[in-house]
T-cell receptor, first 115, second 114 residues
């Protein structure tokens, strides 16, 4: 089982729709969860972080975390063509009681928002 | 405030050549990381450092070496380049590993080994 797994894409949604991106992780000791956006040829850019169960909203973005189900998701409301990118889920794992901040990434989901 | 900078942006190496990828941050961050990203994949950790003089291996360290003589700089050395090292390399830094402190990424170095 992969440590961090994202729903396979690509995902295509019409402009104005809600895009839903999902991620599961295997280590129950995981502490911190991140969503990065990566445009083609660019570096990852942090768009959301979440640390406790529930929802966290920031503008059109909502991150949802369910530690019991080991599941984290990202909802993008009113999707725009400029949201078209690869979205990377990253998890900060604790191993052996020592955290050095290592991020483990999923493989990414390509999102296309079409006009 | 430049953040995390990387040089070069692009490089083509022949098999067996060596090179150093440079990474510098001006945010006084203790933690620095090197990741590689293969096409269509997520990022994998190569090496990390928790402060000047302290480095350790990540998931995919074979074929690479690092050093951290200052807080600002964290160069990645490739010895005897192989085609399997063709990838995009990202350097990242963070002030802390506690919740609320994020990793900031540099613009990346695209390396091709032929």
């Amino acid at each position: 089982q992969k440590e961090v797994e994202q729903n396979s894409g690509p995902l295509s949604v019409p402009e104005g729709a809600i895009a839903s991106l999902n991620c599961t992780y295997s280590d129950r000791g995981s502490q911190s969860f991140f969503w990065y956006r990566q445009y083609s040829g660019k570096s990852p850019e942090l768009i959301m972080s979440i640390y406790s169960n529930g929802d966290k909203e920031d503008g059109r973005f909502t991150a949802q975390l369910n530690k019991a189900s080991q599941y984290v998701s990202l909802l993008i409301r009113d999707s725009q063509p400029s949201d078209s990118a690869t979205y990377l889920c990253a998890v900060r794992l604790l191993k052996g009681g020592t955290s050095y901040g290592k991020l483990t990434f999923g493989q990414g989901t390509i999102l296309t928002v079409h006009p | 405030n430049a953040g995390v900078t990387q040089t070069p942006k692009f490089r083509i190496l022949k098999i067996g050549q060596s090179m150093t990828l440079q990474c510098t941050q001006d945010m006084n961050h203790n933690y620095m990381y090197w990741y590689r990203q293969d096409p269509g994949m997520g990022l994998k950790l190569i090496y990390y450092s928790v402060g000047a003089g302290i480095t350790d291996k990540g998931e995919v360290p074979n074929g690479y070496n690092v050093s951290r003589s200052t807080t600002e700089d964290f160069p990645l050395r490739l010895e005897l380049a192989a085609p399997s090292q063709t990838s995009v390399y990202f350097c990242a830094s963070s002030y802390s590993t506690r919740p609320g402190y994020e990793q900031y990424f540099g613009p990346g170095t695209r390396l091709t080994v032929t």
